[in-house]
């Protein structure tokens, strides 16, 4: 490993079109994609290094259900973080995440076949899919999005959730910080959480996949908050997000609750495959080694959000959060000239975003990805300028 300190050149395009990207080869060539949530940065040097030295080895057999070192880095990492101490035991390993929640879909349903799952929406899609891919009805419970100006403000409607929630609801799926809002729940928020899921009886189902990734304010683990909501919390980590690693896939269940870890153990058995040699050594090195690329990515991050937010707010009738963690940004182009299909339209006039209807809502929203070198953020600026000029009547 090399012990100078770099500086990382987050400026530098890298061409991606040849690597199986799924970012760079859904839309069409002259489509400038800003979608899915990986960043089109290098990882970190020693990551590089490392995995390349594995590569090299040439030999690419079964690698440890419980590998050691790695288990040890995530226990020193939430120490380190969050002053949250967890044994080696509670620790789940898993091949991805998305596959982390679907499997405590399946402990749920297992206790109780018609158990529902309860989430916010605008969601992450998948966390939709829950449903027609094990079967586990989904309650999709809208956010409360208030507007002050051009600001879109998101928060959790107690009253509505209390409304919704059933006698066979068992899982409530938190997503923190939360995709797509950009939002970093509050003590405040999560005790209010961990009030509502002692009086329902429900399994919190914490994701934090993109916990490092934060701008301001505290990320707090829902875990801990206290001792019951360790015990009803199955928290879900991973190196991936914060350390540009998402096509290695592999992350962690948190599982405080022997009785509780037992029954997810059981429910992966036999169909969930390990996590793979790969994402274990990148898991291994970023939390080892990654702090440096780290600290030297959120300036950039925050500078790309600060650049993003400011030029797109001069755009009149476009409303948007300000987002407080992760590298993605929620717009609402309801009040503009592209009328009902903003996807559309700024994918004709060259910028490709997900659509905001894959996130449960109606309306015109579109979520952008910034997590890229500053002139891809520039073009974007301008491209979805020609969308508005060209939509005027
Ligand atoms: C909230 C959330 N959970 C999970 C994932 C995906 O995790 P994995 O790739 O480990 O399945 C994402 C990816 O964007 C996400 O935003």
């Given at each position: 490993m090399s012990n100078f300190k770099k500086i990382y050149d987050f400026d530098e395009v890298i061409n991606r079109r040849n690597n199986n990207s799924d970012k760079w080869t859904a839309y069409p060539?002259?489509?400038?994609?800003m979608w899915i949530a990986d960043m089109d940065f290098?990882?970190?040097?020693?990551?590089?290094?490392?995995?390349?030295?594995m590569s090299q080895k040439g030999v690419y057999g079964y690698g440890k259900a419980r590998p050691d070192r790695l288990l040890e880095a995530v226990i020193y990492r939430l120490q380190r973080l969050y002053g949250w101490t967890v044994s080696k035991?509670?620790?789940?390993?898993?091949?991805?995440?998305?596959?982390?929640?679907?499997?405590?879909?399946?402990?749920?349903?297992?206790?109780?076949s018609n158990a529902n799952y309860l989430f916010s929406t605008p969601a992450y899609p998948p966390f939709f899919?829950?449903?027609?891919?094990?079967g586990?009805?989904?309650?999709?419970?809208?956010?409360?999005?208030?507007?002050?100006?051009?600001?879109?403000?998101?928060?959790?409607?107690?009253?509505?959730?209390?409304?919704?929630?059933?006698?066979?609801?068992a899982i409530l799926m938190l997503c923190n910080p939360q995709n797509p809002s950009g939002r970093i729940f509050t003590r405040e928020e999560l005790k209010a959480i961990e009030a509502f899921a002692l009086k329902h009886d429900l399994i919190v189902l914490s994701d934090e996949i993109h916990a490092e990734?934060?701008?301001?304010?505290?990320?707090?683990?829902?875990?801990?908050?206290?001792?019951?909501?360790?015990?009803?919390?199955?928290?879900?980590?991973s190196a991936s997000k914060t350390f540009n690693l998402p096509g290695l896939s592999g992350g962690f269940a948190i599982i405080e609750n022997a009785a509780l870890r037992a029954?997810?153990?059981?429910?992966?058995?036999?169909?969930?495959?390990?996590?793979n040699v790969y994402a274990i050594k990148g898991a291994e090195l970023a939390f080892d080694y990654g702090d440096e690329w780290l600290a030297q990515l959120k300036p950039y991050l925050i500078a790309n959000r600060d650049y993003i937010v400011t030029e797109l707010s001069k755009i009149e009738g476009l409303k948007l959060v300000n987002p407080e963690a992760t590298f993605l940004l929620w717009l609402d182009f309801g009040d503009t000239s592209?009328?009902?299909?903003?996807?559309?339209?700024?994918?004709?006039?060259?910028?490709?975003?997900?659509?905001?209807?894959?996130?449960?809502?109606?309306?015109?929203?579109?979520?952008l990805n910034f997590g890229a070198p500053r002139v891809y953020l520039e073009k974007a600026v301008k491209l979805i300028e020609l969308a508005l000029e060209e939509a005027k009547p």
């Open positions: 060539k002259d489509v400038l994609p290098q990882a970190a040097d020693e990551i590089i290094e490392g995995l390349t030295a035991e509670s620790i789940v390993l898993l091949p991805s995440l998305v596959t982390g929640f679907n499997v405590a879909a399946n402990v749920a349903l297992r206790r109780n899919a829950i449903e027609s891919n094990i586990m009805k989904g309650i999709a419970v809208p956010l409360r999005e208030t507007v002050e100006g051009n600001r879109l403000y998101y928060d959790i409607d107690f009253e509505l959730m209390e409304e919704m929630v059933t006698a066979d609801s990734l934060n701008w301001e304010g505290e990320h707090i683990p829902y875990a801990t908050l206290s001792d019951s909501a360790k015990e009803h919390a199955i928290t879900l980590i029954e997810y153990e059981k429910a992966m058995m036999g169909f969930v495959p390990r996590m592209l009328g009902n299909n903003a996807h559309k339209a700024l994918l004709n006039a060259g910028l490709g975003l997900n659509d905001g209807r894959a996130f449960g809502v109606t309306g015109n929203y579109v979520r």
